[in-house]
T-cell receptor
Framework: KAGVTQTPRYLIKTRGQQVTLSCSPISGHRSVSWYQQTPGQGLQFLFEYFSETQRNKGNFPGRFSGRQFSNSRSEMNVSTLELGDSALYLC?????????????????FGPGTRLTVL | DAKTTQPPSMDCAEGRAANLPCNHSTISGNEYVYWYRQIHSQGPQYIIHGLKNNETNEMASLIITEDRKSSTLILPHATLRDTAVYYCIVRPGGLHGSSNTGKLIFGQGTTLQVKP
């Protein structure tokens, strides 16, 4: 079974630009979550999409947005880039059934997109 | 904020057991303990999870105290490839947790250095 894939793997942008990152979840997984990882703040939750709807949201400004398509693929967008947005952006997918079995809640992470803002 | 406390770093000799502690004194009755690890520059990897019973899989064992306020992840025979940052996370699980499933709150984790 193919894992979570993220494109592009590396990206360099300048301040003020916008960027779109893509995530393809594991086949059959309906939940996609996004995380930002920086040396200073560590791993921080951005948002989660489930069945094309945003289900959870972290504490990030409105410049960070996302969406999910009917095939569960997800994109996140960052507008008006700032130097502080330089980070590793990670995507994770999970099955998230409604069963009482917590094993459905396991998150599978992709390799990440390394964004550098100059 | 993360609900767990972990030592920032630990060393372990190759071939020996690595015991990584985690405190989660405010854990609720419906919250599970999850462990993930992140090898340098890769995405985090799920290791194991549990509610109140000890758990074991091919990667590790998880020992949860009877009061559930702390746990220990055990890598029975650590190798150099186990060098990573290990994260202990508590989160709702099962039916009650389905609405929070995709949200993981990471702390700073424990950097485990396995030495030859």
């Amino acid at each position: 079974k193919a894992g979570v894939t993220q494109t592009p793997r590396y990206l360099i942008k300048t301040r003020g630009q916008q960027v779109t990152l893509s995530c393809s979840p594991i086949s059959g997984h309906r939940s996609v979550s996004w995380y930002q990882q920086t040396p200073g703040q560590g791993l921080q939750f951005l948002f989660e999409y489930f069945s094309e709807t945003q289900r959870n949201k972290g504490n990030f400004p409105g410049r960070f947005s996302g969406r999910q398509f009917s095939n569960s693929r997800s994109e996140m967008n960052v507008s008006t880039l700032e130097l502080g947005d330089s980070a590793l952006y990670l995507c994770a997918s999970s099955f998230t059934g409604t069963s009482g079995d917590s094993s459905y809640n396991e998150q599978f992470f992709g390799p990440g997109t390394r964004l550098t803002v100059l | 904020d993360a609900k767990t406390t972990q030592p920032p770093s630990m060393d372990c000799a190759e071939g020996r057991a690595a015991n990584l502690p985690c405190n989660h004194s405010t854990i609720s009755g419906n919250e599970y303990v999850y462990w993930y690890r992140q090898i340098h520059s890769q995405g985090p990897q799920y290791i194991i999870h549990g509610l109140k019973n000890n758990e074991t899989n091919e990667m590790a064992s998880l020992i949860i105290t009877e009061d559930r306020k702390s746990s220990t992840l055990i890598l029975p025979h650590a190798t150099l490839r186990d060098t990573a940052v290990y994260y202990c996370i508590v989160r709702p699980g099962g039916l009650h947790g389905s609405s929070n499933t995709g949200k993981l709150i990471f702390g700073q984790g424990t950097t485990l250095q396995v030495k030859p």
